[in-house]
């Protein structure tokens, strides 16, 4: 049998005009630019604006672009897989709403929800279908509008979240490339410090839940950072350790951009060099599941076939992972 590896073959990604810089969440709430600045090395994020627009609006954006660039007809597509923490819909799947946007009509569907992790749990997911030779064109879509969930009262969150989108294709290859191995955990001892209270199955939404901006994302900021570090370290030495990779071997780190300290942090500890670390959270702030493959968009023509990248991300659940890639293309 042959060996198919599941290499991505393209990137597509979108991100909204509006910007909401650190000097307009200052006329919002008591903090200033000088605070989010160095507590998380944001200065301005984007924000979807317009009415009846969610995050397959974006998303259709990515993928629209996606199909462009990989030649791909949308009928060829076999699975479509979209991560997100803000699905347009309790129900249909916003998966199955972009495939109507984007005249998918062969593909299977459907959401994932893994907050932050959501992209990396996704690739793995995709990459399991076209490994097993039985799918040749897998979309990994990461839609997410954070301003939709994020509470513009609330100084210790508001600052953090922005809207984006991206999506990359998975194909088979025999060459050794695409991904390699994937470090994935989930540990439900997270629920409490980053969750949404209202909105789901246990607290509808009812006047009480809006008078509480219960609707909006409650985070305890100190414990998720304290464990985000913690976990991308062990996970990110534990995927370097069993594939033998020292801190030369790795070209290019892309860790999931929530707070620029704790990209900083497990940049140091994994000795790799700033220069090889993607950053783009001064721009977009923490876009959730969208912030590694935005990431992966920005800087793809930097990204040479054979380099190797380690995708690393840590959210709510608490979810997190580490993935080796080995790229698979040079971009013109
Ligand atoms: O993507 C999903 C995973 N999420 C994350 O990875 C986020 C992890 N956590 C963080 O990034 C950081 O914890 C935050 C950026 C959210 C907060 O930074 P921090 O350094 O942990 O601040 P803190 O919560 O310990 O608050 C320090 C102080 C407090 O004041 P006191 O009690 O020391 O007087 C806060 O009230 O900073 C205050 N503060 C602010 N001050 C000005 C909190 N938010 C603000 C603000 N402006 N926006």
Partial sequence: MRNLNAVITGVGGYVPEDILTNEDITKMV?????????????KERRILKGEG????????????????????KPEEVDALICSTTTPDYIYPSTASILAGKCGIT???????????????????????FVESGRFKKVIVVAAEKMSSVTNYQDRTTCPLFGDGAAAVMLEPSEEPLGLIDSVLHTDGVGYPYLHIKAGGSVQPINHEALDNRANYTYQ??????????TKLVEASEEMKARNG???????WVI?????????????RTMKVPTE???????????????????CLWEFEKQFKKGDVLILSAFGAGFSWGSVYLKWAY???
């Fill in 276 to 294: 090889k670390v993607v950053v783009n959270i001064q721009k977009y702030g923490n876009t959730s599941s969208a912030s590694i493959p935005i």
């Fill in 245 to 251: 990779l020292t801190a030369n071997d790795v070209d």
């Fill in 53 to 72: 627009l969610g995050a397959s609006f974006m998303g259709a954006k990515a993928i629209e672009e996606l199909l462009r660039k990989t030649n791909t």
């Fill in 106 to 128: 062969h593909a299977f569907a459907y959401d994932l929800a893994a907050a932050c992790s959501g992209f990396l749990f996704g690739l793995v997911n995709g990459a399991s």
């Fill in 330 to 332: 040079d971009s013109k």
């Fill in 255 to 267: 860790p999931h951009q929530a707070n620029m300290r704790i990209i900083d942090s497990i940049t």
């Fill in 30 to 42: 008591d903090t200033t630019d000088e605070w989010i600045t160095t507590r998380t090395g944001i």
């Fill in 220 to 229: 305890e900021g100190q414990t998720v950072f304290k464990f985000a570090v």
